[in-house]
């Protein structure tokens, strides 16, 4: 594996992390090498002793095996260069031969681009240009960090510079969501059990709500921050992924190509999104998160003291076809919620009749299925009960699973169960060309609809209250409310 950007954060916090939990594991074959590119100029020694601290800070596993790791280090190796520096890719070529003589690698090549997005097309142009793409035996294929472009016209100038050196079956966009185990749980909820399928659709469904809520503000990130806001960092790759598995039509086969045009199809269907009715847009102001006094958007580094850029976006989508026609989708992501949540919350329809004396009746909602892809991993279907007692009263119960206490084993990070599909050729659970395109499109309409409008006052929420009221009025509209995760 060549990382480009091997001295960044993405490398240190979750790739050598992830290798080292497959190396812990043994999933990698016992020649496993890496390759670090990036500017600053480390020796190779020094690039080991980075990679390990990053191993003993960051990784799942602690503490981390010495003897394991050691002889996973023997394996790593750098070189330093700018991405646009032809000599630079020489030696890459040169390291990469010696590796593959002296280790066995026999030409197989990830090369993962953990860097930033202005790099990924200099990158793949020099892989080309210098023939490290292509060269001797084995496959090669290529890693592709979010985001992928601003909007279409760029993710399509992207898919076109790498089109130029790759098929789009060596490419791997990564959406890190779809390697959380609960992610991957809703289509094996959804198409191993018999009972949920039959009832899936718009018969049975009242609604559904998709929620990415985060507690923490914008970090050190302000200045890409600026340029992205909530519907491009948060909505175009993960909410609109989350919403494609939740509501595709079950495929043939687990097939990468099979499951991937199922969620293409549901792109496809979605309406198009009418801001004026439909979008809510966000910004968070001052306030307190977990008991801690914390400043609005517009007073966080490399942020504009006018910023107009979204931290929290909710929106209504229905999407045209028979399964799901009327059937309303409420997505919605923030910053500075009051907490870290993200779930799939499948509202069913009340049942049609209730035969109990309306008095015995003690707060029975419809039944309600959430899938909690984090914290808490797991799901939850809230039924109604009888309360013990000689009379007939009702009450809704949760029936709950947890992934911590029916399986005693922790879940791989999201990074590895992806690296390793990657390398074994299965990019079912990486984006596809279509699919990013038809996201983009989405998200251009929104952001076409807003530019041609002026925008709400802002900030409109306070940082640890659950984003606007017209969010609430959204809902509220519909005779619905937002769940409080
Ligand atoms: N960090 C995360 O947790 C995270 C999560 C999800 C996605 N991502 C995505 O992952 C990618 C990387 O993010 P990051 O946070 O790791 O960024 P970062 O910390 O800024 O790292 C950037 C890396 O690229 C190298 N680099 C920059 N310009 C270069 C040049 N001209 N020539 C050679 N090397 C160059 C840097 O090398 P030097 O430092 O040596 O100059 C550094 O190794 C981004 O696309 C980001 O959106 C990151």
Avoid at 91 to 98: C, E, M, P, V
Avoid at 350 to 355: G, N, S, W
Avoid at 368 to 380: F, K, N, T, Y
């Amino acid at each position: 594996m060549v990382i480009f950007g091997a001295s960044g954060d993405l490398t240190a916090r979750k790739l050598m992390p992830a290798l080292y939990n497959l190396a812990l594991n043994r999933y990698l074959p016992a020649g496993f090498s890496v390759i670090g590119v990036a500017l600053t100029p480390w020796t190779e020694q020094e690039f080991k002793t980075h990679m390990s601290e990053a191993a003993t800070k960051y990784s799942r596993t602690q503490p981390v095996d010495r003897s394991v790791w050691q002889s996973f280090a023997e394996g790593l190796h750098y070189v330093a260069m700018t991405f646009d520096d032809m000599d630079g890719y020489g030696k890459l070529a040169a390291t990469l031969d010696r590796l593959d003589r002296e280790r066995g690698t026999g030409g197989n090549r990830v090369f993962y681009f953990a860097t930033l997005p202005q790099f990924f097309a200099v990158i793949v142009d020099r892989l080309g240009a210098s023939g490290v793409a292509r060269a001797g035996e084995g496959w090669k294929r290529i890693i592709v960090e979010k985001p992928f472009g601003h909007d279409l016209k760029s993710a399509q100038e992207l898919n076109r510079a790498i089109h130029a050196v790759f098929t789009e079956r060596q490419v791997y966009r990564i959406d890190h969501y779809l390697g959380k185990e609960t992610v991957q749980n809703v289509m094996v909820f959804r198409f191993a059990n018999g009972i949920f399928e039959p009832i899936w659709n718009r018969r049975y469904v009242d609604h559904m709500q998709i929620t990415v809520a985060e507690d923490l503000g914008i970090e050190r990130r302000g200045a890409y921050y600026e340029k992205a806001g909530a519907l491009r960092d948060i909505f175009q790759n993960h909410l609109l992924q989350l919403l494609s598995i939740v509501a595709m039509e079950p495929p043939a086969n687990f097939d990468a190509e099979v499951v991937r045009d199922e969620k293409v199809k549901v792109l496809r269907s979605i309406h198009p999104i009418n801001v004026e009715t439909d979008a809510v847009r966000g910004q968070y102001g001052p306030g307190w998160v977990a008991g801690e006094q914390v400043v609005g958007y517009r007073q966080e580094d490399q942020v504009a003291p006018d910023s107009k850029t979204e931290t929290y976006v909710a929106t209504r989508l229905f999407i045209d076809n028979w399964r799901w026609a009327e059937t309303p989708f409420y997505l919605r992501t923030g910053k500075r919620l009051p907490n870290r949540a993200s779930e799939i919350a499948i509202q069913f329809k009340k049942a049609p009749h209730l035969p109990f004396a309306k008095t015995a009746v003690q707060d029975t909602s419809p039944n309600l299925l959430v899938m909690r892809i984090q914290p808490h991993e797991g799901a939850s279907l809230k039924i109604a009960a009888k309360i013990p007692g000689p009379v007939m009263r009702l009450r809704t119960v949760n029936m709950d699973f947890f992934y911590g206490s029916s399986f005693l084993i922790e879940s791989p990070d999201a990074y590895e169960r992806l690296v390793l599909d990657c390398m074994l050729g299965d990019p079912t659970l990486f984006a596809r060309e279509d699919e990013v395109e038809r996201a983009w499109t989405l998200v251009d309409g929104v952001e076409a609809g807003w530019a041609a409008q002026p925008p709400p006052a802002l900030p409109n929420y306070a940082a640890g209250t659950w984003g606007p009221e017209a969010a609430d009025a959204l809902m509220e509209r519909d005779g619905r409310r937002w769940r409080r995760p």
